[in-house]
C-alpha cells in the first residue's frame, strides 16, 4: 500500500499532489498467481507556462529569474489519473508461462494557464523592475479512457537440435478520449511588472463547458519473437509484429473522418557473448506509432489539397532504428559498461504541439539521425560509486520535407537542416565516495549543446551545464539523513523550447530527505 501527498507553494507555481496505490497478490510462486492493483493520482497545480526571450545573434537569452512566477493566481493545471490493473500468470511447467494483463484507465486534464510576455519596445537595455508583462490566457481540457489487454506466452525448447527461447502474444488498445486544445477564453488585459513576480492577480473563469472534438481509436497487435542459440555463445533473434490499427473523429462542427491501416513491424537481431563478462549485439527493427492522438487535429474542411485531407490521407508515423553495441562487466564485476552505435529514420512525423499542428501537422516527410550512446554504472573501488550516460548525435537531418523556406530564413525547419530539439550532446555524471562507514558524499553534472526550437530554425538556446551535490549520513540502521542540492550554482538555462519562448530550467533547489525503516 503505497500513499503519498505533497502541497508545494514554488513562489507561487505550487504543485499540490494526493495519490495513494494499493495492490493485492496471491498464489505467488505457485502454478496460477494473480494480482489486482489499483492507482489514483490527483495533482492541482499553477505551473509557470514560460518566459520570453530576448535574442542576441541567433542566440535564446534567457533573462527573468528561473523561479518568478507571473501568472495568475488563479491559472491551474488540474489532473486526474484512475488505473486499474488485474494480472494471471498460469506457470505449465518450468519452461512455459501464460501472462495476461488487463488495465482500465479515466485520465483527465484541465489546463488554464498564461502565456507571458514583454510590453511591446521591451529591449535589453530598457529591462527593468518595472517594465510591463502582459499575460495571455492559454487554455486546453482532455479526457481519456484507455482500456488496454495483453497476454504474452513465454517458453523454451529445443527443435532441429537447437535451443529456442519464444516469446508470442496478443495486445489490445481501446481508447475512447475528448479534446480541446484551444479554450483560453477572452483575455483579462491583466499586466504585471518585471519587479512583481506571484502578484495575486485573479480572474473569474466565465468560459462555460468546452466545445470537445472526440476520437475513439482502436489497435490489435500479434507478435512473436524467437531467441534461437546457435552455440554457447551465438544467439540469433527473429521477431515480428502486426497491427490493425482504426479510428474515427468527430469536430463540434459535426466534420468527422475515419482512418484504418494494417501495419508490420519485423525485427531482427544477434547477440556474441565470448565470456561471462563481454558481449556484443547487432539488432533492427521497425516500430510505427498507433496513438489515435496523431489524427485529431485533421478535423474541419476536407476540401482536395487543404492541410486536413492530406493529414487524414497521411501514413502513421514509423521509425526503423539500426544499433550495434556491446556491454562490459568491469572491476571485478563492480561495474558495466555499455557502448552503442544507432542509425534512425523517422518518416511522416507528427507535430505533437497542439498550438502549432493545425497550421503545420508534418514536421518532416522523413528524419535521421546517426551517433553513439554510452554508459557507465557501478564500483570502481568498494567505496567510489559512478554513474555516467553520454548520448551524442553527430549526424542529424531532415531528408524529406514539402516546409517551404520562410523569406526571412527563419520559421520551421526546412529539408537538410537539423532537426529541432536535438543536441549533439546530452550526458549527466554522478559519483559518490563514502568517506566514512556513516557518510557518504556526491556531486554531479548535466551537460546538454545547443539545440533549436521546433519553428525557430534560425534560432538556438546555447548549451549549459548544471552541477548537483548530496550529503548522506547513516544515524543508525533505521534511519538516513540526506542533504541533496540541484542546479548548486542557480544556473539560468532555457530548458523546454517553443517558437517564441522558453520554459526555464529548474532553479536551485536543497531538499533534506530523512528516511526511517520501521
Excluded: C
Excluded at 45 to 55: D, E
Excluded at 350 to 357: F, Y
Amino acid at each position: 500500500l503505497n500513499a503519498m501527498a505533497q502541497n508545494a507553494d514554488n513562489f507561487g507555481a505550487r504543485d499540490n499532489k494526493r495519490g495513494f496505490a494499493p495492490t493485492y497478490r496471491w498464489g505467488i510462486g505457485l502454478k496460477d498467481e494473480f494480482s489486482v492493483g489499483l492507482m489514483h493520482l490527483e495533482t492541482d497545480g499553477n505551473p509557470i507556462y514560460n518566459h520570453p526571450w530576448f535574442t542576441a545573434n541567433g542566440t535564446i537569452v534567457p533573462t527573468l529569474p528561473a523561479r518568478n512566477f507571473y501568472g495568475l493566481a488563479s491559472d491551474y493545471n488540474r489532473t486526474q489519473s484512475t488505473v486499474l490493473t488485474a494480472s494471471h500468470t498460469h506457470r505449465f511447467d518450468r519452461d512455459t508461462e501464460l501472462k495476461t494483463t488487463v488495465r482500465h484507465g479515466r485520465y483527465e486534464r484541465e489546463l488554464w494557464s498564461s502565456v507571458v510576455r514583454f510590453a511591446a519596445g521591451t529591449t535589453p537595455a530598457n529591462l527593468g523592475p518595472g517594465t510591463v508583462i502582459t499575460r495571455t490566457p492559454k487554455g486546453r481540457v482532455g479526457y481519456s479512457d484507455v482500456t488496454q489487454l495483453q497476454s504474452d506466452l513465454s517458453t523454451r525448447f529445443e527443435a532441429a537440435g537447437l535451443r529456442h527461447q519464444l516469446l508470442a502474444g496478443v495486445d489490445f488498445s481501446q481508447e475512447d478520449a475528448a479534446r480541446n486544445n484551444n479554450f483560453p477564453g477572452p483575455a483579462s488585459g491583466l499586466t504585471t511588472t518585471v519587479g512583481t513576480p506571484n502578484d495575486g492577480d485573479f480572474r473569474l473563469d466565465t468560459r462555460g463547458g468546452a466545445p470537445l472534438t472526440t476520437f475513439d481509436a482502436r489497435t490489435i497487435g500479434l507478435y512473436a519473437q524467437d531467441t534461437i542459440s546457435l552455440s554457447d555463445t551465438v544467439k540469433l533473434i527473429a521477431g515480428l509484429r502486426v497491427d490493425r490499427f482504426s479510428a474515427s473523429y468527430a469536430d463540434p462542427a459535426g466534420n468527422r473522418f475515419e482512418i484504418s491501416d494494417t501495419l508490420l513491424s519485423p525485427r531482427l537481431g544477434a547477440l556474441y557473448q565470448p565470456d561471462a563478462n563481454t558481449s556484443y549485439y547487432a539488432s533492427f527493427g521497425t516500430s510505427y506509432n498507433t496513438s489515435g492522438d496523431t489524427y485529431q487535429f485533421a478535423l474541419g474542411n476536407f476540401a482536395p489539397g487543404t492541410a486536413n485531407a492530406r493529414l487524414a490521407n497521411t501514413p502513421p508515423e514509423k521509425s526503423q532504428n539500426l544499433e550495434v553495441g556491446g556491454k562490459f562487466e568491469l572491476f571485478d564485476n563492480r561495474a558495466s559498461l555499455g557502448v552503442a552505435l544507432f542509425h534512425s529514420v523517422k518518416t511522416n512525423e507528427r507535430n505533437t504541439d497542439p498550438d502549432t499542428a493545425a497550421t503545420q501537422f508534418l514536421l518532416s516527410g522523413e528524419r535521421e539521425a546517426t551517433g553513439m550512446e554510452f554508459n557507465l554504472a557501478g564500483r570502481i573501488t568498494p567505496l567510489w560509486e559512478i554513474f555516467y550516460n553520454h548520448t551524442w548525435i553527430p549526424h542529424a537531418r531532415i531528408t524529406r520535407s514539402n516546409q517551404a523556406l520562410a523569406a526571412n530564413g527563419g520559421g520551421a525547419q526546412v529539408q537538410g537542416d537539423r532537426p529541432a530539439l536535438t543536441p549533439r550532446h546530452s550526458a549527466s555524471l554522478w559519483t559518490t565516495y563514502r568517506v566514512t562507514p556513516a557518510v557518504r558524499l556526491g556531486a554531479g553534472l548535466n551537460w546538454r549543446s545547443e539545440q533549436s526550437p521546433e519553428g525557430a530554425r534560425n534560432l538556438v538556446a546555447a548549451s549549459f551545464v548544471t552541477v548537483d551535490a548530496m550529503a548522506e549520513v547513516t544515524l543508525s540502521e533505521r534511519q538516513i539523513l540526506k542533504f541533496n542540492v540541484t542546479n548548486l550554482t542557480d544556473k539560468l538555462y532555457a530548458d523546454g523550447l517553443y517558437r517564441g519562448f522558453y520554459q526555464p530550467g529548474a532553479p536551485r533547489k536543497l531538499q533534506v530527505t530523512l528516511t526511517s525503516l520501521f
